[in-house]
């Protein structure tokens, strides 16, 4: 250890000796400030010696702390020598009064049977993660090697290799566990660890009726894993236990290169107040977080979710086979600011199954960047969910099917409903040979937004493969779509027949009409700006009844002029069969052409001309107060 200087004195004595006044005291002066700052400068040496010296596991030692090298441990570290029974010991030691277990640089072999046991008040600090190992033989494990059976736990700086490294089956060989936490334990934290070759690298396990909290990874390395993280029982251990993981945070942690089926973070079990912050998880054979079953109050924020063989995040939602009581909600989740991309699937799933009697809800996804995730960029099933501010961008680039950049399906039995999608940035998604939608809401959904999107297929730039900006289905109702704007596709907007859109609306009254003067009557008004129809509604003040006696009755029709040409009807409506009741709108809805991607006759350029066309047919009928409203998408 360095010693104190013996001239520190100088330091405190450098003030004193300061002469105000004379040139010839400024040179005084100078030499004392001199000699107190060559003072400073070996005090600094002296403290940074001596914090070297405490951080520096091989002087733990000396500071009255546990290495495991020292006697009556003896652990060699010389990746030989089997150090399971001098670590334990060393552990046991340190927990009798609560203690630091120092693992100095070197490696140190555990059995394959056995496990080292660490319980309350214990830190166990290594030289470094790549410096301090602990290694298994590399045969087939039976035990796993940590097992921490309390509370208050460190385990900062070391190295964790099983050397298991024929994982790629599906038997789930759980005893390859590297570190398991088993029981109602809580505050323990792992620090610029490094975890490969294994199963599981942490893996919080409550024991039945158990609750676990305030568990911290950080600054972390995880390789070669199946599953590098994961919160709850396994999946393949369905059960009605009530366990509960509370208060986890995973940050700056490196996840990446698993083995077979492996995802980067799983959450299996009634877990909640969940952050997932400022890590890189890629590379993974399945997805790089999977919410399953399970997630409650949930932040994923600033990630880098890349090149991963499903799904960048993956929320799943089916309570017949995972009840909430037992597995508990998956909803209020925030998704933000992550850079999602690559993915060979999805960049996020939100799915619900067709056998779950509870939805996913409460989901925000906002100011993500979505880019090169082979199928849909995100999918949406479930209630009340935000997909705001994101930027989408080549996505959907796989030739197995025609996906969107955001994709929007409910169930029949499982409408979605309260879906606000805005503010988004989606552009240049797709293959050359797929109808690939910029938003697409494809069926079962009611009572939501979409609103102040831009939705561009730009060929000056890489990827202009998105064909469809818009499409809504025709069961979908109360959609409003308002001020997006919609450029560069084959089809701009396509809006499917009986879509209940509300977007721009044109009121043309009509008035009174007496049946003798009924004939034929021509409403045109010229389009300012691109737009594609969605319907026509006529409203009478009175009742119109069907053809009796009278033998009159109307038609309803709804046209287009283009450069001076009246087109055929694109929608036509009669009460030859059906009558009018009063002030109950009669939906006049477009019928030609409407499922071919590349004929729009929907669409009406600026200058073009609707036409509401009313005919009085036989002897007519006559108007009470009538009026049309003529509604649209504007782009």
């Known amino acids: 250890m360095a010693q104190l200087p013996a001239d520190r004195s100088k330091l405190a004595l450098a003030q004193g000796n300061q002469v105000p006044g004379s040139v010839a005291s400024a040179t005084k002066n100078i030499n004392a400030m001199t000699e107190a700052y060559d003072t400073i400068d070996t005090l600094y ?35 030989v020598t089997n150090d399971t029974a001098a670590i334990q010991a060393a552990i046991n030691a340190a927990s009798t009064s609560g203690g630091i277990v120092v693992i100095p640089k070197g490696t140190y072999k555990i059995g394959n049977s056995q496990s080292i046991t660490i319980p309350s008040n214990v830190c166990i600090r290594g030289n470094g993660m790549n410096s301090s190992i602990v290694q298994s033989d590399g045969g087939s494990r039976t035990a796993k090697a940590v097992i921490i059976t309390g509370s208050n736990v460190i385990i900062e700086s070391i190295g964790f290799d099983l050397k298991q490294v024929d994982l790629l089956s599906t038997t789930l060989p759980q005893t390859q566990t590297i570190i398991e936490i ?58 009605t236990r009530t366990d509960r ?95 999602i991309e690559d993915n060979q699937q999805r960049g996020v799933s939100i799915n619900q199954l067709s056998n779950s009697v509870d939805d996913n809800h409460t989901i925000i996804v906002s100011n993500n960047v979505f880019a090169g995730n082979y199928q849909d960029a995100i999918n949406v099933s479930g209630n009340y969910i935000n997909v705001e501010n994101n930027m989408f961008f080549r996505n959907c680039s796989a030739t197995s099917g025609d996906y969107s950049a955001i994709r929007v399906l409910g169930m029949p039995a499982k409408r979605i409903k309260g879906l606000n999608i805005s503010n988004n940035q989606v552009m240049n998604n ?122 009159g009755y109307l038609v309803f029709q709804l046209c287009k002029v283009v450069s001076g040409v009246v087109s055929a009807a694109l929608a036509s409506s009669n009460t030859t069969s059906t009558g009018i009741t009063a002030y109950v709108p009669r939906v006049v809805n477009i019928f030609t052409n409407n499922s071919d991607l590349n004929t729009d006759t929907n669409l009406l350029n600026v200058g073009d001309v609707i036409l509401f066309n009313l005919i009085g047919a036989s002897t007519g009928k006559p ?11 504007k782009y």
């Open 623 to 633: 108007l009470t107060n009538a009026n049309v409203e003529i509604r649209y998408i």
């Open 245 to 339: 993981i509370y208060n986890v945070t995973i940050s700056r942690n490196h996840i990446h290169d698993g083995y077979y089926a492996s995802e980067g973070v799983k959450t299996a079990q009634r877990c909640d107040n969940i952050m997932i912050v400022n890590n890189i998880i890629e590379n993974m054979k399945r997805d790089a977080i999977d919410l399953f079953a399970s997630g409650n109050d949930v932040i994923v924020s600033n990630n880098i979710l890349r090149g991963n063989l499903e799904h960048g995040i993956d929320i799943k939602r089916n309570t017949t086979d995972y009840p909430q009581q037992f597995y508990g909600y998956v909803q209020k989740i925030l998704i933000l600011g992550n850079l």
């Open 45 to 79: 040496g002296y403290v940074n010696q001596t914090l070297q010296g405490i951080f520096d596991a091989d002087k733990f030692s000396q500071l009255g702390i546990i290495n495991v090298k020292d006697k009556p441990f003896n652990a060699k570290g010389d990746g």
């Open 430 to 551: 797709g293959s050359s040979t797929k109808t690939t939608t910029g938003i697409n809401i494809l069926a079962f959904v009611d009572d939501s937004n979409v609103t102040g999107n831009v939705i561009i297929n730009d060929t000056a730039i890489e990827n202009p493969n998105q064909k469809v900006g818009l499409y809504v289905n025709g069961d979908c109702t109360n959609i409003t779509v308002r001020q997006n704007k919609i450029k560069g596709h084959t089809r701009n907007a396509w809006i499917k027949n009986g879509a209940d859109v509300h977007g721009e609306s044109l009121y043309i009254p009509i008035g009174d009409i007496a049946k003798s003067d009924f004939n034929k009557n021509f409403l045109g008004i010229s389009v300012k700006s691109q737009i594609s129809l969605v319907d026509a509604r006529f409203l009478n003040a009175a009742n119109i009844d069907v053809p009796g006696a009278d033998t």
């Open 182 to 239: 088993s029981g109602s334990y809580s505050n323990i934290m792992f620090n610029k660890c490094n975890f490969k070759n294994a199963f599981a690298g942490v893996w919080m396990n409550p024991s039945s009726g158990s609750v676990m909290s305030n568990i911290t990874i950080e600054d972390c390395d995880f390789s070669n894993l199946n599953f590098p993280i994961h919160l709850g029982i396994m999946v393949d251990d369905r059960s």
